[in-house]
C-alpha cells in the first residue's frame, strides 16, 4: 500500500501539472471566446443562432476547463505539500492548529468545517460571474443594446449554474445551528455575506445589463 507521503508526493505533481496547464488554458481560451464572440456577432446574419451557440460553446470550454483546473492546483498543492512536511496518520485532518484526528478535534472546528463548506459553495458561484468582469465579457454585453437569442441563452444558463451554487450554500446557512454559530461566528459571517451578498450584487448586475438593454 502506497504510503500516505508519497501520495501527498503524487499529489503536490499533480498540482503543478493542474496549475499549468490551468494557467495555459486561461490564457488561450480568454483569446479564443473573445474570438467566437466577435467572429459570432460579425457573422449573425450568415448562420443561423443553434450554430452560433454552438461555436460560443465550444470557444468557451478552453476557458472552463482552465478555471477548474487552476481552482484544483491552488487547493490541493499547500495541502500536499503540508501532508508531505508533517506525514501525519491515517484519518487525520489539517486545522488552523495543525493536524488532528476526529476526536481530538474541538465543536468549534467542526463548526468551521461546516461554515467552510458553505462558503465553498458561495465562492464557486461568485466566481462564475465575477471573473466576467475581469475578461470584459460583462462591459461587451452591456454595449449590446438589442442582444441576439443566443446572448440570452448564454446569459441564462449562466443564471442558472449561479442560482444553483449560491442554494446550495444558502440551504447550508439556513440549516445552521445556534451551537455551530456560537461556536464559530465569524466563519458564519462569512459564508452569510459570501453566499446572501454575492447572491444580491449577482441580481443587482443582472438588473443593471438588463436596463442598459431595454432601457426606453
Known sequence: MISLKKRAAWGMAISV????AGIALLCFGHASFDHAFKTGV???EKISDDDLVKRLFFGMLPLVAGIGLTVLGFIFLPLSLAIWIRNPPLGSKLTFRGWKTSE???EGE???DEAWRAILWGQIASQSWILEFFLGGYRALRSLHSPPPFVIKILLLLIVICLVFYAQGIRLCRRRNPVSVAAAPWSWKLALAINYGGLLLFLGAIAALLFFWYRP
Do not use: G, M
Open 104 to 106: 481530538q478535534r474541538t
Open 42 to 44: 460579425a457573422d449573425i
Open 17 to 20: 501539472v493542474c496549475l499549468v
Open 110 to 112: 467542526l463548526a468551521r
